[in-house]
C-alpha cells in the first residue's frame, strides 16, 4: 500500500479543520465511512432504509433534509464502481449561510485503510477516524550516557521530549597504588555497576510505559554505551527493541538532539530527517554565490513555471486560497485571495453585491496557494514537500516565507 506524501496528509489535516467547522441546523449532516471490503450493493440497500426511516423524523426541515442527503450519497454510489483500497469517506449536508442553506457533499479518500463502516447523523461532520489516520504514530526511545550522567529521551512524531536526567556517583581517577589500587578500582567498578543498573531500570521504565514504542537507540562518548548494551542493563524487552548504538559527543539534552541527528539511517522513514535533510540542503545552497536555491511565492513560481525547480518547500503554517466569488441574483463574479475561507463566508452573508445590491454574494470556488504550485509542479516534473514547522529546520523555513525551493540550474 503506498504511503500517503507529505502534501496529501497536510491536504487532508487542512480539508478536516474546514470540515470540523461546518454545522447544521439539525441533525441533518450524513457520514458515511465505508471500508474497502464493504459490498456496495449492501451499502446501497442501507442508504434505501435509512431514507424510508426518515420518513419518520418529527422536523419537516431535518426529514427534507437528511432525505436529500441521502439522496445524494445514493446518486454517487452508483458511480463508484469498487470501493478504494483504503476505503471512501462520503459527507453530505444542508450548510446554513446567513439566510441561505446550501447542500455539500464532500468525498475524501482516507490515507489509510478504514477499518469500521460507519453511517452517522448529527449536526456535524463525523471526522474522527480520519483525525485519528493523521496522528504521528509510534514513538522511539533515547538514551545517552557516559559514566558521569544519563539522559532518558523520547522522540514521538517530530517532537523530542527530555523526560529523565540521572547523575552518577561513580568515582574518578585516584592516585593510590598497589593493594589500595585494586581495592579502589574494585569500589568504582561495584559503583559503576551500581550506576548502570539504576540507569538501566529508569530507562526501561519509561519506555516500557511508553505505548507503541517502536525502538530505543543508545548513544555516548566512548565505550560506555557499548559495554552497558552488552551488558545487558535494560529489561529484556527494552534490550531487543535496540535499534542502534551511535556516537555522540554529550550526555545531557544537547546528547539527546545529536543522538536523532545522528540516527538519519535508523530513522531514515521517518519524515523528521527527511524534512531536516530537505531544510538543511536549502539552508546550504543559500549561503553559496548563485547557489540552487530560491525563496518567496512569487519567485519559486516563476522559476518553477521555467521548469528551473526540483524541489519545492511549503511550509504547513502557510496556508492561501485563490477564491471565485459569484452572485446569484445576478452574474457578477470576482476573484479574491483569502487566509481564512470561513471568515470570508461570514463577510460575503453581510457584503451587498456590488452590481445588483442584493445580499446574494457566496464561494463558487476556491483553490489553495499549494494546489496553485502543485499543478504547475505536476507539469515541469518538480517535487512538493509540505515541513512541519515542530522542528528547528521547520522554523527557519518560515523566515524565508514559507515557500522555498532547492533548483535543478540557476537561470
Known amino acids: 500500500m503506498k504511503k500517503a506524501s507529505s502534501v496529501e496528509l497536510h491536504k487532508l ?30 451499502v446501497m440497500s442501507h442508504m434505501r432504509d435509512e431514507y424510508s426511516q426518515a420518513n419518520n423524523i418529527k422536523s419537516a426541515r431535518t426529514r427534507k433534509n437528511v432525505q436529500a442527503a441521502l439522496e445524494v450519497i445514493m446518486q454517487r454510489l452508483k458511480m463508484i464502481k ?10 453530505v449536508g444542508t450548510i446554513p449561510r446567513g439566510t441561505k442553506d446550501k447542500m455539500e457533499v464532500y468525498l475524501i479518500h ?37 559514566r558521569g550522567e544519563a539522559t532518558v529521551g523520547l522522540l514521538k512524531g ?23 589500587q585494586r581495592r579502589f578500582e574494585r569500589l568504582i567498578e561495584i559503583a559503576a555497576h551500581e550506576y548502570f543498573k539504576r540507569v538501566g531500570e529508569h530507562a526501561s521504565e519509561v519506555f516500557m ?19 552497558f548494551y552488552n551488558e545487558g542493563y535494560l529489561h529484556p524487552k527494552v534490550q531487543e527493541k535496540i535499534l542502534g548504538v551511535v556516537d555522540t559527543s554529550y550526555t545531557d539534552e544537547f546528547g539527546i538532539k545529536e543522538l536523532v541527528n545522528k540516527s538519519s539511517e535508523i530513522f531514515k522513514d ?8 530537505l531544510v538543511q540542503k536549502f539552508l546550504q545552497e543559500v549561503v553559496k554565490d548563485r547557489g540552487l536555491a530560491a525563496y518567496g511565492e ?37 476573484l479574491v485571495t483569502t487566509k481564512d475561507i470561513k471568515k470570508l ?24 496557494t499549494l494546489d496553485l504550485l502543485i499543478d504547475i509542479a505536476e507539469s515541469t516534473g518538480a517535487k512538493v514537500e509540505v515541513i512541519s514547522t515542530d522542528t528547528e529546520e521547520g522554523q527557519q523555513l518560515k523566515a524565508f516565507g514559507g515557500i522555498a525551493a532547492i533548483l535543478r540550474f540557476r537561470p
Open 345 to 368: 463566508e461570514e463577510e460575503l452573508v453581510q457584503e451587498p453585491c456590488p452590481k445588483c445590491n442584493e445580499n446574494s454574494l457566496e464561494i463558487e470556488e476556491y483553490t489553495s
Open 158 to 180: 517530530k517532537n523530542i521530549e527530555v523526560v529523565k536526567r540521572i547523575s552518577s556517583t561513580v568515582p574518578g581517577k585516584h592516585g593510590r597504588g598497589g593493594q589500595s
Open 110 to 146: 482516507p490515507p489509510e485503510k478504514l477499518q469500521t463502516y460507519v453511517y452517522h447523523c448529527d449536526s456535524k461532520f463525523y471526522l474522527d477516524p480520519l483525525k485519528e489516520m493523521l496522528e504521528e504514530k509510534g514513538s522511539y526511545g533515547l538514551l545517552v550516557l557516559d
Open 209 to 227: 510505559n511508553t505505548p507503541d514504542l517502536r525502538g530505543v537507540i543508545l548513544g555516548g562518548p566512548g565505550p560506555t554505551k557499548e559495554f
Open 13 to 42: 489535516k487542512k480539508e478536516l479543520e474546514r470540515l470540523e467547522s461546518k454545522v447544521g441546523k439539525g441533525t441533518e449532516l450524513v457520514s458515511l465511512h465505508i471500508p474497502p471490503d464493504k459490498n456496495l450493493n449492501d
Open 82 to 91: 469498487q470501493v478504494p483500497e483504503n476505503g471512501l469517506v462520503l459527507l
Open 270 to 277: 521517518l519524515e523528521i530527517t527527511k524534512e531536516k535533510n
Open 298 to 334: 512569487e519567485e519559486v513560481r516563476n522559476l518553477l513555471k521555467m521548469g528551473a525547480v526540483d524541489t519545492i518547500l511549503y511550509s504547513e503554517d502557510l496556508e492561501s486560497f485563490r477564491v471565485k466569488v459569484k452572485c446569484s441574483n445576478c452574474d457578477y463574479s470576482n
